[in-house]
C-alpha cells in the first residue's frame, strides 16, 4: 500500500469511512484529506476484503455453534435414552425387549432416535409393531394354558414336569406342543420335583440257597400278572420306622399288592404278595422278582409264592440295577407324597394309602404311553375280551 506507512491505522480507518459514508466521489474525498486518489481506493478496497473476512468468519462460528449445540441437545437425549434403558432390561437385552421400550418411548424421543441409539432396524420394529394383534391373542392363550397347567400341577403334588402335564393336557383334548409348555411351565417358573435318591434296606442272606435272576433286568411283561417285582422302603415317623413293602406288575406298573408294619420281618412281604394273590391279579405260574434281602430269601416268603404257584426271582447283591423298576417305583413315592415325617404311623400309613390309589388310578406313567396303570390294566382285558 503506497504512502500508507505514512498514515496512523486510526486516520486510515476514518478515511475509509468517510467515503463510504460520503455521497461525494473518492477523488474528491481524497483532495480534501489531502492522500492521493489510488492510496485512500486500496484502503477502501483492503477494508472491505476485511470486513467480507470477518462476516464471513463470524457465519462460520455462528453455523458451528447453531451445530455443535444441536449435537449436545441430541446427546443429551442419547444419554437420557441410554439411562432409562438401562432400567428398563435390567440383563434381558433380547430384542423383543428392545421393541417394547421403542414403542413405550417414541412419543418422547421419536422411533429413528431410538432404533439408532439401542442399534436395531427401524423396518424390524414396524414388523413388530404390526404383529402386536397376534402376539396379543397368543399371549391370552398362554394365559389360558398356564392356569390349566398351575391345576393339573397342583392336583399332582407338583410332582409332574412337562411330558407328563403335555401328556394330561392332551387327553383333555388339547392340542399342544410339548416345547409350548415347557415354555409357559418355564415362565412361570412351574417345574416338577426331582427325585431324591433311595437308601437300600436289603440285608443279603448268605446262607439261602440260590435262586436264579429269571427278569435279567427286563423290566417288561406281555400282559398283567406275569412278571412282578418288590422291594421294602421305610418311612420315618415321630413314632419310629414304618416299613412298606409293595409288589408291582411290570406290564401295568400298577402296585397290586402291599403291606406296611413297623417291622421288617419275613411277613411283611408275605402280606403283599398275599394280598396281590387275594385280588386275583396274578396269572398262573407268575415270576416275582426281588433283591437278595432276608425277607426274601426266608422260609416263610418261599413257601408263600409256592403256595401261590409263583416262581421267585433274585438279582444279584449289591446291585440296584438288577431290581430299578422297584426302586424306581419308591424314588416316586418319596418324592411325591407330600411329606418326609409324619407324627405318627398312622398318619403315614394313610398317606401311603391314598397315595398307592392315586398312583394307580390317575398318575400318568411314561413308559405307558402317558396312561395310567389301572387304564392300561383295563384296556388289556377289554381288548383281550373283544379278540376272543
Known sequence: MSGSSRYPEEF??????????????????????????????????????????????????????????????????????????????????????????ISSHRATFGVARLCRVLDVRRPGFYEWLAAAPAREQRAGQDERLADEIAGIHAAHRGAYGSPRITAELRRRGEAVNHKRVERVMRERGIAGITRR???????????????????????????????????????????????????????????????????????????????????GL????????????????????????TAHGIRASMGRTGSCYDNAAAESFFATLKTEIGARSWPTRDEARQAVFAYLAYYNHHRLHSTLGYRTPHETRLNYRHHHAHAA
Not at 469511512?17 to 481506493?41: F, I, Y
Open 12 to 101: 486510515r480507518r476514518d478515511a475509509v469511512a468517510l467515503v463510504r459514508s460520503s455521497a461525494r466521489p473518492l477523488a474528491q474525498v481524497a483532495r480534501e484529506l489531502g492522500v492521493n486518489h489510488e492510496t485512500l481506493r486500496t484502503w477502501v478496497r483492503a477494508a472491505d476484503r476485511a470486513d467480507q473476512a470477518a462476516e464471513t468468519g463470524g457465519d462460520a462460528a455462528e453455523r458451528e455453534l447453531r451445530q455443535l449445540r444441536a449435537r449436545v441437545a441430541e446427546l443429551e437425549k442419547e444419554k437420557e435414552i441410554l439411562r432409562k434403558a438401562a432400567a428398563y432390561f435390567a440383563g434381558d437385552g433380547s430384542l423383543t425387549r428392545s421393541y417394547r421400550f
Open 197 to 279: 435318591r433311595r437308601q437300600s434296606l436289603t440285608r443279603p442272606d448268605k446262607t439261602a440257597a440260590a435262586v436264579p435272576d429269571l427278569i435279567g433286568r427286563d423290566f417288561t411283561a406281555h400282559a398283567p400278572g406275569q412278571r412282578l417285582v418288590g422291594d421294602i422302603t421305610y418311612l420315618p415317623t415321630e413314632e419310629g420306622w414304618l416299613y412298606l413293602a409293595t409288589v408291582l406288575d411290570l406290564h401295568t406298573r400298577e402296585i397290586v399288592g402291599h403291606a406296611l408294619a413297623p417291622h421288617m420281618r419275613a411277613d411283611l412281604v408275605r402280606d403283599a404278595i398275599t394280598l396281590a394273590a387275594d385280588r
Open 282 to 305: 396274578l396269572a398262573a405260574g407268575a415270576v416275582f422278582h426281588s433283591d437278595r434281602g432276608t425277607q426274601y430269601a426266608s422260609t416263610e416268603f418261599r413257601a408263600t409264592l
